[in-house]
């Protein structure tokens, strides 16, 4: 007999571990993209709990 759907749609656990990996990343990624992106607008970082920064100021 042939092999059922269930077995030949199912991913080893290596294969589910990367994937789960490589979405954590993409997630992490974003969300420092939007703090850096906050922080050149000068709004807070809610997650630290520090003012942003505000840059150099030079004379």
């Known amino acids: 007999m042939g092999q059922s759907d269930d077995s030949v749609t199912r991913k080893s656990p290596a294969d589910a571990r990367k994937e789960r990996l490589a979405a954590e ?3 992490n990624l974003q969300r420092r ?3 850096s992106r906050a922080r050149r607008k000068g ?17």
């Open 25 to 27: 990343l993409r997630a």
């Open 33 to 35: 993209k939007g703090q």
């Open 43 to 59: 709004a807070m970082d809610e997650a630290a709990g520090l003012p942003a920064s505000e840059g150099e100021k030079r004379p």
